[in-house]
């Protein structure tokens, strides 16, 4: 495995960068926490073809395998993580757009893997910690709870009050034992806590399926659930942006038809309870 030296910087300079938000952004019992998963933290540039890059964040699952936002390799010809205080390059990719996760694969990498949590433990209310690549130096750290649990594709998208910038994109939300809970990956442009990271079930079991793995090249045009038109967004999603507009009246028309669509899905109902209780408050209001 050759190693560019395009961007290299010594241990000392490289453990600088990794601390450098913890003293703005955490007390000590923060710091601890997060110098344990900083080392699985890495910074991701993608090449574009015809000059660029577009600038991300990954988590190493092993010690050469890290998970990213496919929306971050997306257009790259190639995609160089930056890991320990050195440049590599990614040799292969696993990509599945549709949930904008990309596995990396980068041999000789022996990077720190976090540990993945259990999707049995994920409950709202648990306090987690974002971590990324929020800038260009310093790692970017912010802390929180989980605000949302939304059922997609056998797993639960996580909606929680740990912001993130979009620099941090493929960074990692941490409970306080230090477990990677999710990948971050996108937030509702609306006030309030609207930030999502995809859950660990939707690539835990594909890590080792290296026959799958393609040299990376841009992947075309396809789009995640996330980034797709309104009409064709998961009804969470659009249960949300309406929660965030507070427009009650479209958020009963819109459970009631997600009631009838997806009649297991218990997010359906409890938008439909938030919407009744928010719609007898306002009329309350008004007498």
């Given at each position: 495995m050759r190693m560019s030296t395009k961007a290299r910087f010594g241990p000392a300079m490289s453990m600088l960068l990794v601390f450098a938000g913890v003293n703005a952004w955490a007390d000590d019992t923060?710091?601890?926490?997060?110098?344990?998963?900083?080392?699985?933290?890495?910074?991701?540039?993608?090449?574009?073809?015809?000059?660029?890059?577009?600038?991300?964040?990954?988590?190493?699952?092993?010690?050469d395998?890290?998970?990213?936002?496919?929306?971050?390799?997306?257009?790259?010809?190639?995609?160089?993580?930056?890991?320990g205080g050195l440049r590599w390059r990614a040799q292969a990719q696993l990509a599945d757009v549709g949930h904008d996760?990309?596995?990396?694969?980068?041999?000789?990498?022996?990077a720190r893997a976090a540990t993945l949590a259990d999707g049995s433990d994920l409950h709202t209310g648990l306090p987690v910690t974002a971590i990324g690549f929020g800038g260009a130096t310093g790692i970017q750290i912010s802390t929180g709870e989980v605000t949302g649990l939304h059922a997609l594709d056998d797993a639960h998208v996580i909606r929680s009050s740990a912001a993130f910038s979009g620099?941090?994109?493929?960074?990692?939300?941490?409970?306080?034992?230090?477990?990677?809970h999710g990948i971050l990956c996108f937030r509702l442009p609306a006030k309030g806590a609207y930030?999502?990271?995809?859950?660990?079930?939707?690539?835990?079991?594909?890590?080792?399926?290296?026959?799958?793995?393609?040299?990376?090249?841009?992947?075309?045009?396809?789009?995640?659930?996330?980034?797709?038109?309104?009409?064709?967004?998961?009804?969470?999603?659009?249960?949300?942006?309406?929660?965030?507009?507070?427009?009650?009246?479209?958020m009963l028309s819109l459970a009631d038809a997600?009631?009838?669509?997806?009649?297991?899905?218990?997010?359906?109902?409890d938008y439909l309870g938030k919407a009744l209780g928010a719609s007898m408050n306002a009329n309350r209001s008004r007498q």
């Amino acid at each position: 495995m050759r190693m560019s030296t395009k961007a290299r910087f010594g241990p000392a300079m490289s453990m600088l960068l990794v601390f450098a938000g913890v003293n703005a952004w955490a007390d000590d019992t923060r710091r601890a926490q997060v110098r344990k998963v900083a080392p699985s933290l890495a910074r991701v540039e993608a090449r574009i073809p015809g000059g660029g890059f577009a600038f991300g964040s990954a988590v190493a699952i092993t010690a050469d395998r890290l998970v990213t936002n496919c929306h971050v390799t997306r257009a790259a010809q190639d995609v160089f993580v930056i890991s320990g205080g050195l440049r590599w390059r990614a040799q292969a990719q696993l990509a599945d757009v549709g949930h904008d996760l990309c596995l990396l694969w980068v041999p000789g990498l022996n990077a720190r893997a976090a540990t993945l949590a259990d999707g049995s433990d994920l409950h709202t209310g648990l306090p987690v910690t974002a971590i990324g690549f929020g800038g260009a130096t310093g790692i970017q750290i912010s802390t929180g709870e989980v605000t949302g649990l939304h059922a997609l594709d056998d797993a639960h998208v996580i909606r929680s009050s740990a912001a993130f910038s979009g620099g941090a994109s493929g960074g990692g939300l941490f409970d306080e034992e230090g477990r990677l809970h999710g990948i971050l990956c996108f937030r509702l442009p609306a006030k309030g806590a609207y930030y999502f990271s995809m859950p660990v079930e939707w690539f835990r079991h594909r890590v080792f399926e290296l026959s799958t793995y393609r040299p990376v090249a841009p992947l075309g045009e396809e789009k995640s659930f996330w980034e797709q038109s309104q009409a064709r967004q998961p009804y969470f999603m659009r249960a949300t942006a309406l929660e965030a507009a507070q427009d009650w009246s479209a958020m009963l028309s819109l459970a009631d038809a997600w009631m009838e669509a997806e009649p297991r899905n218990p997010d359906s109902r409890d938008y439909l309870g938030k919407a009744l209780g928010a719609s007898m408050n306002a009329n309350r209001s008004r007498q």
